[in-house]
């Protein structure tokens, strides 16, 4: 019977194992390739994301500082309408991702990633920080994620809101440590949403809440009709094409902003901010280990798409406000606060922001939308700094 001779190591080596070395060369590739495609899918969904942002706030008129500050003396209920219903609707989706089996996973690794944001936090420096954040709002008329906006549309003095924001976000990165000493709990926070304290499934909880919202909005429109709100003419909105219109129904710009939590959880497994991306464009100034050393809180934000996709969002908000405010010939048409104001606004609502762990946006859009106790705190202290600080400022003048 015949038998079969080993193959020699030249003879292994030039077939099968030719072909396994190939194989291990083109995984690295392979994997970078589709690594940077998935990099740059999600990159065009932040952006896309920024741009309706952008223009939903430019057409809520939202971002002008006149209507902040009136807001803030109750003399008209824009930006409550925008705000609230932008929470509702993010709060219903929010909810309905919770649930649905196919997006529960998404949810989790969102809400995971916003209480990561809050690491080291408690009540006491979250309330403190939210009131400066509150404070600042009511001195020059704008929010962290707005001050893009304002530059897109061409606010007077905005670009001195967005110096005192990079100011500050310095001054806070340097400062961090000895402000979380100060302000750490002697425990951990044990229950950080509103569902684990009172044992109920989000949805349950949420369902009575977005639904109580919903009537507020509702009656504030019916007793404030937003017509007699905005500063425009019948003849501004006649014959004109979305887009060329001035400004929008309150329900319809919040409820885009709101609807943009679902692609954010679905597709980036995170939820609406802005803040933290000044901190990624700060920290790129941290060239060596002694500039490190000098502030590890904004050295954590230098690398990692987790960091710059709020770079890209707040990009996007820009381009979109410019477009919006172009379209409709309002652009550069808003009065802003004077310099010197600008830049101590800028400075005080990004060290708020920071404080609180979140602005605005994060802490009143996201969190309270996914029901966190620590960012219904953070919301009362805002609107209780700015409404403390416009009463003041109202008799100072």
Not at 12 to 29: D, H, I, K, Q, V
Not at 279 to 288: A, L, P, Y
Not at 343 to 371: E, Y
Request: aromatic share 10%; with cysteine.
């Amino acid at each position: 019977m015949a038998t079969s001779r080993p193959r020699t190591r030249s003879q292994t080596n030039g077939t099968n194992m030719g072909t396994n070395f190939s194989r291990l060369e083109a995984t690295p590739a392979s994997k970078e390739n589709g690594l940077s495609m998935v990099v740059a899918f999600k990159s065009g969904v932040s952006a896309l994301c920024g741009l309706v942002f952008g223009i939903a706030v430019e057409k809520s008129r939202v971002f002008e500082p006149a209507v902040v500050t009136n807001q803030m003396l109750f003399r008209k209920f824009i930006m409550m309408k925008v705000f609230l219903t932008s929470l509702t609707v993010g709060m219903f989706f929010l909810s309905v991702l919770s649930i649905l089996p196919f997006t529960r996973k998404s949810y989790l690794l969102s809400r995971a990633s916003y209480i990561g944001g809050l690491n080291k936090k408690g009540y006491f420096g979250i309330s403190l920080g939210g009131f400066i954040l509150g404070s600042g709002m009511a001195v020059v008329g704008t929010c962290p994620g707005l001050v893009g906006i304002q530059m897109g549309a061409g606010v007077q003095n905005s670009v001195f809101a967005l110096v005192g924001v990079l100011t500050g976000t310095v001054l806070y990165g340097v400062t961090e440590p000895y402000l979380t000493s100060l302000t750490k709990p002697s425990t951990p926070i044990k229950y950080h949403f509103l569902y684990q304290l009172m044992g109920s499934p989000p949805f349950i909880i949420s369902f009575p809440i977005f639904s109580m919202l919903g009537i507020v909005v509702f009656s504030l429109e019916m007793m404030y009709p937003w017509q007699y709100e905005v500063a425009m003419q019948a003849s501004d909105f006649v014959g004109k094409a979305v887009l060329a219109t001035p400004c929008w129904h309150p329900y319809l710009c919040g409820a885009l902003i709101g609807s943009l939590q679902v692609p954010l959880v679905l597709i980036l497994n995170a939820t609406l901010g802005g803040s933290r991306c000044y901190c990624t464009v700060v920290s790129q100034g941290i060239i060596n280990k002694p500039m490190e050393k000098l502030s590890p809180y904004l050295a954590k934000f230098r690398k990692g798409f987790s960091n710059w996709w709020q770079v890209i969002f707040i990009g996007g908000s820009v381009v979109g406000s410019y477009i919006s405010a172009s379209a409709s010939g309002q652009y550069g048409n808003v009065d802003g606060v004077s310099p010197g104001v600008a830049f101590l606004g800028g400075t005080m609502i990004i060290f708020g922001a920071r404080m609180a762990g979140g602005c605005t946006s994060g802490h009143g859009l996201s969190g309270v939308g996914l029901l966190n106790i620590s960012s219904m705190a953070a919301v009362v202290c805002m609107f209780s700094g700015g409404i403390v600080t416009a009463q003041l400022l109202q008799l100072m003048s």
